[in-house]
């Protein structure tokens, strides 16, 4: 929109096309369960974008904190994932997993 300066506007297009061009590559559409691992300026993207796309969201992140943001943002469902039982009840759920971490973590895990 015009409304917004060009170098503010910038930064969501990086992060946007960053999130945008996996979830396109495979296909995630409506209906689609797709789970956002992380809540930095990625997985806020990635949250937005998925939801625009029709597919439910949930937010994966180890700082249960996030949740009241995760939701706020368009997150259909949040899960905090410091507590390893979590990774059970979750295991086969998601048509598509978006990792927006970029500290080291166990991939596998998810």
Same mark, same amino acid.
């Given at each position: &929109?015009?409304?917004? &300066?060009?170098? /503010? ?14 979830? /396109? ?30 597919? /439910?969201?949930?937010?994966? !992140?180890? !700082? &249960? ?16 994932? !410091? ?20 500290? &080291? ?6």
């Amino acid at each position: &929109p015009k409304s917004i &300066p060009l170098d /503010r506007a910038a930064p969501l297009l990086c992060a946007g096309i960053t999130v945008y061009s996996p979830m /396109r590559h495979y296909g995630v559409k409506a209906g689609d369960s797709v789970a956002v691992v992380g809540l930095g300026g990625l997985g806020h993207m990635g949250v937005k974008i998925a939801r625009a796309m029709g597919a /439910r969201v949930t937010v994966l !992140s180890t !700082s &249960p904190s996030k949740k009241d943001d995760a939701l706020k943002l368009g997150a259909d469902d949040f899960a905090a994932t !410091s507590d390893p039982s979590v990774f059970k009840n979750l295991a086969g759920t998601f048509d598509f997993i978006l990792d927006t971490v970029s500290a &080291p973590h166990d991939y596998n895990a998810y």
